[in-house]
């Protein structure tokens, strides 16, 4: 049981992470966050992909794949940087013990799909450009997983939204910050979406925005949730933040001038 206070707003959370049991198998509210958010961001998908070009059944396929080749990414993603923290080959395994990292489920999605539109000879840049809007409402809602486990926090604040974990001084709630990023990032999606000049924009226009953001709340993690790339002074998630900041603006612009260049 974790009591979760943010005592400039006066309000006190005690959470269980276990929802319900099933015999004597917990079932965490992480998992079922992480769950609700993912089945939420596909049925948006569902209702707005057909007439964008893209088939319902293709998008399900995309996802059902995307979502075991992403937990498979974000699991590899975070051992290759973690290896001192696993004990014997067996504890890699172990999921339910923590130890997911999001650009690698990014990764392990996107090959994934690209994999699937060259075997079925469908357009890769319509179709992550419809799931796009998908992803951020799965983020938006995921990241509450992070606060009922009362983790992935920053540094301590003295700022209105400091949040105090079971009595401690209050720190930074990173899950709320990152929500309330991507909410945002959903609109400007939505808007853009709308007046795009050419196929593959939006997810470019989603990675930019993302990564944007993770650059930023990273550098404002507890150091014990910081995965180094220099000890001490940057993030490996910082680095791949700021390289995927680089490639997508590069990536929105080269499709913007090759779609004028076929008018």
């Not at 014997?88 to 996107?110: E, H, P, R, T, V």
């Not at 090959?111 to 840049?125: E, G, P």
């Not at 179709?127 to 938006?140: S, Y």
Request: charged share 15%.
């Amino acid at each position: 049981m974790n009591k979760i206070d943010f005592p400039n707003i006066g309000i006190t959370f005690n959470i269980d992470p276990i929802a319900f049991s099933i015999g004597s198998k917990g079932i965490y509210w992480y998992a079922l966050i992480i769950l609700s958010g993912f089945l939420l961001g596909l049925l948006f998908v569902c209702m707005t992909c057909e007439k964008r070009g893209v088939s319902r059944d293709n998008v399900w396929d995309v996802a059902l794949i995307g979502l075991i080749t992403g937990i498979i990414g974000a699991r590899i993603y975070y051992v290759l940087f973690a290896l001192d923290e696993f004990n014997s080959l067996a504890d890699m395994f172990k999921i339910w013990n923590g130890g997911l990292a999001i650009y690698g489920g990014i990764i392990g999605a996107f090959i994934s799909t690209v994999i699937y539109c060259r075997v079925k000879k469908i357009s890769l840049l319509k179709m992550i450009d419809v799931c796009a809007p998908g992803l951020l409402i799965g983020q938006i809602i995921g990241r509450f997983g992070n606060f009922v486990n009362a983790e992935v926090y920053g540094g301590e604040t003295s700022g209105f939204f400091g949040m105090s974990i079971n009595g401690a001084p209050p720190v930074h709630p990173l899950f709320l910050y990152e929500s309330a990023w991507n909410a945002l990032g959903l609109i400007v999606l939505l808007l853009f979406r709308k007046k795009k000049r050419a196929d593959g924009q939006v997810f470019c226009l989603y990675i930019l925005w993302y990564s944007a953001g993770r650059f930023v709340l990273e550098g404002m993690r507890n150091p014990s949730y910081i995965l180094y790339a220099v000890p001490g002074v940057i993030g490996i998630s910082q680095v791949a933040a700021a390289v995927l900041v680089i490639a997508s603006a590069a990536g929105l612009i080269y499709l913007g001038k090759k779609r004028a260049k076929k008018r």
